[in-house]
């Protein structure tokens, strides 16, 4: 026998003693097998889904089940269940909150990006549309974030004479500081809505989130479901009189 034939046949032979020693699981212990459904078709991903139940779930996670008699043992008194709406809940956070030491405006406007308030705009008695409220909210609460196109004062000037030769009346333009201007006219959100009033239920005001200026609108008082949501726009005080129509009790008589 050559040399070639020789290494093949200690090849061989050591492999066929390696599968002889070779140990292959065909079935799983029926401890392991007593929680699975049997399979008609042999394989479970052909069959789709299946509900397991809670007995076998129990067995699978290795957890007793109560004893469906009770005589005689002592069960445990269950925690009493608050009865409170989730406004009064989410308005208890909001105090344990505003007690901390942390900044409270990044605070409240994670959760205004977590949970919106719910408003809708409408036809208004003011000016127009109107953003109304749909639930109560409290007092010192963000309502709304103002959103449009963050430009520069000069942009903003030519935009503003290009608005007046499209015939577009009302001005979206809200300045955030001396060289940025929020331009809400055609890309913004329901915060654009929100008519003037001399004596408002809100304010805006402009915080920082992460090196960012925003204009949120705040809460100045509770307001009640279906009340108009207004605020003071502040317009620089010029000639040219913008009549205000806000009809409140301390009317200036104008906007600006």
């Known amino acids: 026998m050559c040399l070639t034939h020789s290494i093949v046949a200690n090849l ?4 066929l003693n390696c599968c002889s020693l070779t140990k292959v699981v065909t079935e799983m212990s029926e401890e392991h097998e007593s929680w699975k459904p049997k399979h008609t078709t042999g394989s479970a991903r052909s069959e789709g889904f299946y509900k397991i139940s809670r007995k076998d779930k129990m067995k699978y996670l290795h957890v007793e089940l109560p004893p469906t008699s ?3 043992m002592c069960i445990p008194a269950r925690q009493p269940i608050s009865l409170r709406a989730g406004s009064d809940f989410r308005s208890e ?10 900044d409270s405006d990044l605070v409240k406007f994670n959760q205004l990006k977590f949970r919106k308030k719910r408003i809708r705009f409408s036809r208004s008695h003011i000016h127009e549309w109107g953003l109304f409220a749909m639930e109560p909210i409290a007092a010192d ?9 963050i430009i520069r004062q000069g942009i903003a000037d030519m935009r503003e004479q290009r608005y007046e030769e499209e015939g577009i009346g009302s001005s979206y333009l809200f300045r955030v500081d001396q060289e940025t201007i929020i331009d809400a006219t055609k890309f913004g959100n329901l915060a654009r809505f929100i008519n003037h009033s001399c004596n408002p239920n809100c304010y805006a005001k402009i915080i920082t989130v992460d090196s960012e200026k925003k204009i949120v609108i705040y809460s100045r008082q509770p307001i009640s479901i279906n009340e108009e949501i207004t605020y003071d726009y502040k317009f620089p005080i010029e000639e040219t009189k913008i009549p205000c129509l806000c009809e409140a009790d301390s009317c200036r008589g104008s906007l600006n």
């Open 70 to 72: 009770t005589q005689g």
């Open 12 to 15: 061989c032979f050591k492999i």
């Open 93 to 102: 956070q909001r105090r344990l909150l505003s007690t901390f030491s942390c």
């Open 141 to 149: 609460e963000m309502v709304i974030e103002y959103v449009g196109q």
